[in-house]
């Protein structure tokens, strides 16, 4: 964000203008390798995960009574995956364990629809940005419970998800400048701790 755009997202979050209407899963999907047998014991799976921060749909919507409503749709997308880790290695890297074949996979697109409590939209830069941030805070709760649910389903070991964790882009590429190790985003990638069957 540029610094202009940077102070109208902080004029516009400190107005709190997005009032929460509903969040909920969009679109889903649970996947098994053939062959693959959950139930099987001793099996050395790691798991790993990304999410990818989606587009934001603003418009004016027209209710039965006459009234309007103006709403802001925030739309990320979730992964979730197991990879067997080969005899005789005890972890995968986080690039490994996602190009590796999967074993098991879930996934969501999750949606937060806001309704805009402002005469006018913001930007679109100042939009994205609330999403990046707000509106995955709202979203990861759902996520993580989506996708622990999921896991039991599938007869899958259990593996929590993290607390999430926001990194600003402007913080992330000012310790990438310092030498640090700094992961581009989108898509943000996390790794989970391995699980054994």
Known sequence: MSPAELEEYRAFNADSPLEIRRIYVRESALW??????????????????????????????????????????????????????????????????????????????????????????????VLQEYGRTNGMVHMWPYWREYCQNALMRMVLPHTTMPLLNLRRKEEAERSAAQGAAAEAKPPRKRKTPKARA
């Open 32 to 125: 098994m390798a053939p062959g693959f047998d959950p139930t099987m014991p001793g099996q050395h799976l790691q798991g790993s995960f990304r999410s990818y921060d989606g587009r934001v749909d603003c418009r004016l919507m027209e209710l039965s009574d006459g009234s309007q409503v103006r709403s802001c749709l925030f739309l990320a997308r979730f992964e979730f995956r197991y990879t067997e880790v080969p005899p005789g290695v005890n972890t995968l890297s986080l690039d490994a364990a996602l190009v590796a074949p999967a074993v098991a996979e879930v996934s969501a697109t999750i949606a937060a629809d806001y309704a805009c409590l402002r005469s006018e939209f913001p930007s679109m830069a």
